[in-house]
């Protein structure tokens, strides 16, 4: 008697997968480190369950597998976990790929009708599109949404310990607590709104500022944040 077992075929399917980008800027040295431990002590789940491509575009260095296996090492004992390296030299993906990373290709981002100056008044919530999710109920503690393919709008307040991820810009209508990431594929052209910032956290292709760096004259405040001149600003919205 023959036994046959019908095999069903591979199927293999596409998923998207949010990763935060963590910029290396100049040689990974104590100073680094020392930046990166004041944000994880301020918001210890920011790289939680997340996969990490490092962004090595202003990086020195990082030439050699011994270069990458160090940095490895140092962020994996952070509970940090790298999965691939954008915006290398030749030298920087032989290296990465000796130590175990992949290379990602990054395209130049196209924004939709984004203005180039900060917008003078409170917009008007976007009208919902192809990649746009829209959350209508409160985001409670511990919550993560995330907005895989394009903006992410919240007409609802966001509670202490949430965390709102967007590939494009974050729009609140209610209060802000909790984190905020926009633009985390690295579209520098990303903003976040909200009708009251109280946020732990808010970062925009990489760039963050935690609730310590947001003085009296934005927090509680009707506001957007932008990135302008390699910095991340916030201003009130009039």
């Known amino acids: 008697m023959t036994l046959v077992t019908a095999v069903k075929p591979l199927q293999v399917r596409g998923r998207f997968l ?23 002590q301020q ?7 997340a996969p990490v491509i490092l962004d090595v575009a202003r990086a020195r260095g990082l030439d050699a597998k011994e270069d990458f296996t160090r940095l490895l090492d140092n962020l994996r004992h952070r509970k940090i976990s790298p ?10 993906k032989s290296a990465a790929a000796e130590a175990g990373l992949t290379t990602l290709q990054v395209g130049q981002e196209s924004p939709l009708e984004r203005k180039s100056r900060p917008v003078a008044a409170a917009p008007q919530p976007p009208e919902p599109g ?4 829209l959350i209508t109920t409160p985001v409670r503690s511990g919550q993560r949404i995330v907005a895989e393919r394009g903006d992410l709008v919240v007409v609802a307040p966001v509670s202490s310990g ?7 810009s974050v729009h609140v209508y209610g209060s802000l607590r909790g984190r905020a990431l926009a633009g985390v594929h690295g579209d520098r052209e990303a903003r976040i709104f909200c009708q009251s910032l109280e946020a732990e956290l808010i970062a925009i292709a990489g760039l963050y500022m935690t609730s310590e760096n947001l003085g009296p004259a934005v ?12 910095a991340l600003r916030v201003e009130p919205l009039k």
């Open 130 to 133: 192809p990649g746009t999710l």
């Open 83 to 92: 999965i691939a390296v954008q915006k290398a030299t030749s030298k920087q």
């Open 43 to 49: 918001s210890p789940g920011f790289f939680a369950e």
């Open 162 to 168: 949430a965390e709102l991820i967007a590939h494009g």
């Open 219 to 230: 927090t509680k405040q009707r506001v957007q944040a932008f990135l302008e001149d390699d």
């Open 18 to 40: 949010t990763a935060v980008v963590l910029p290396v800027t100049g040689s990974p040295d104590a100073a680094f480190y020392a930046a990166l431990d004041a944000l994880l």
